[in-house]
T-cell receptor
Framework: TQLLEQSPQFLSIQEGENLTVYCNSS?????LQWYRQEPGEGPVLLVT?????EVKKLKRLTFQFGDARKDSSLHITAAQTGDTGLYLC???????????FGKGTKLTVNP | GAGVSQSPSNKVTEKGKDVELRCDPI?????LYWYRQSLGQGLEFLIY????????KSGLPSDRFSAERTGGSVSTLTIQRTQQEDSAVYLC????????????FGPGTRLTVT
């Protein structure tokens, strides 16, 4: 059973377009992180959200944590080729130090 | 550099051989995590260390897998009698806190078992 479901699995868009990727679960998480991973490298932490309904912005990236802390979304405005990569969401459940990862959304931004 | 380092970056081994993978966490980070990433499978948790002790070994797939951490720093993941299904990228991460809010990953070791 995959605790965190990410969609879409693959996304190919043109530079300048907007996009949203989703991370959904039936479980409640005490915090949720988004990472970006490029080929041959480890994931790099982008943001952590901990409060239901929380919205965080990182330049052109907007992250939202669902009110019930079961889901999250990542919205990218005016995508650039440098945004290409694998976007992973990961959740921490109360009392556990173990992060649960989704399978990721592979984003390709074409020039 | 100040990041998490892992060695070797690539390892090719024959089925049945033992391998050791090394992780050097960020200095001062008390928590250390090992994950396995297979194609299309996302990151699979293996084991977590707080200091030198491992409170959670629940992700180790079999008794062929073991890990240790010494001096609250370097960690070694050992796979005995490797099998082809062990082929994957093994990632190490460290965290500065008691909770896993922020994990900083190394570049990984790509293990290929032939």
């Amino acid at each position: 059973t995959q605790l965190l479901e990410q969609s879409p699995q693959f996304l190919s868009i043109q530079e300048g377009e907007n996009l949203t990727v989703y991370c959904n679960s039936s479980s409640v998480f005490s915090s949720l992180q988004w990472y970006r991973q490029e080929p041959g490298e480890g994931p790099v932490l982008l943001v952590t959200v901990v409060t239901g309904g929380e919205v965080k912005k990182l330049k052109r990236l907007t992250f939202q944590f669902g009110d019930a802390r079961k889901d999250s979304s990542l919205h990218i405005t005016a995508a650039q080729t440098g945004d290409t990569g694998l976007y992973l969401c990961a959740g921490a459940r109360g009392g556990s130090e173990k992060l649960v990862f989704g399978k990721g959304t592979k984003l390709t931004v074409n020039p | 550099g100040a990041g998490v380092s892992q060695s070797p970056s690539n390892k090719v081994t024959e089925k049945g051989k033992d391998v050791e993978l090394r992780c050097d966490p960020i200095s001062g980070h008390t928590a250390l995590y090992w994950y396995r990433q297979s194609l299309g499978q996302g990151l699979e948790f293996l084991i977590y260390f707080q200091g030198n002790s491992a409170p959670d070994k629940s992700g180790l797939p079999s008794d062929r897998f073991s890990a240790e951490r010494t001096g609250g720093s370097v960690s070694t993941l050992t796979i005995q009698r490797t099998q082809q299904e062990d082929s994957a990228v093994y990632l190490c991460a460290s965290s500065p806190r008691w909770v896993s809010y922020e994990q900083y990953f190394g570049p990984g070791t790509r293990l290929t078992v032939t």
